[in-house]
């Protein structure tokens, strides 16, 4: 049974856990809609193929595919994949699942954020977005877990990054766009992000990457990766827009406390070069008014810093980029005891996002003053 409950996960004691949590699953969808990836998705069904086997040597993993793809999704994914028809408008698993939340019962619960396509009819990605907006809810449903809905409240997964302490990381770009939730100020986004992920303090970045087609995903630009902890996405290229972008973000977080107090450490994540769609990727897409056009050298929004973290592991996108060895080396550094799994991703890159957008993990339950859940 799945329930949809009319609190709020701070209410009733339940917040979301930091990404390096023991994790239960990992959920993804299949991409194939021929109006955002090349060549009816095939290269991009390789990449994502590739992703959930990096994955499910850690963790197990779940595609949900339409119906039409069934069983060439059952043909490509590695057999260690559970892969469940649930039909979405898109592949981006992070903006469209739930965020799960925990209590100290060991009992979790999502959240059901409304969605709009990264913007609506003010510079969304595609129309309709109906189907992205039930993933969440189908996904409690097949768990059976009960779900909190944020009704009036539009909220993409990847526009947020906890770090399991009572801090949420994100950007005014994106949470304070006209796009999403126009009638709220800047208050009343805070006090929906303490009421469903139960944090303390926000910590806003001003931008994301340039020409990210989210306006500026925090999952893009920085993330935790332990308590006090961040990853900043940097380029040294002062001629780069971005540089100014990552200065801003670099100071304002070297002047802020985290909801624990903490003085944060903030380190630097290697940006690849800029990369834009060539004339034979975007001659790919299908041409649709419906969808976001691609079109031949626009830039994309390249980020090392969009990896998904699971049970021991980092599943990082690579480039073929002379910068690739670097940040894995600097991810290696900053987080000893994982095991830095790189993948390449020019593929889901070239459909506007990466890694982190599009898988989204589902945390352990585990009751406080066990171990693994079993009592001592
Ligand atoms: O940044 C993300 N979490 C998702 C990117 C979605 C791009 C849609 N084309």
Redesign the pocket.
Known sequence: MSLLLPSTPRADGFHMPAEWSPQSQVWMLWPERPD?WRYGAKPAQAAFAEVAAAIARFTPVTVGVSAGQFENACARLDPAVRVLELSAN?A?A??VGPSFVINRDGEVRGVDWQFN??GGLHGG??QPWNRDDQVAEKICRIEGLDRYRSDGFVL????IHVDGEGTVLTTEECLLNRNRNPELQRGQIEQHLRDYLNVEKVLWLPQGIVD???NG?I??MACFVAPGVIALAWTEDRNDPQHAICQRAWDYLRSQRDAKGRALQVHRIVLPQPLSHSEEEARGIDVARSA?PRRAGARM?ASYV?FLISNGAVILPSFDDPTDQVAANQLADLMPGFQIVCIPCREILL????I???TQQQPTAVKEGTIDGTLD
């Open positions: 955002n898109d981006w992070r903006d396509a990264w990605l595609y993409e997964g990847g526009a990210d087609e989210t995903h999952d893009n976001w929004a969009n459909g506007g996002g990466n982190h957008c599009i």
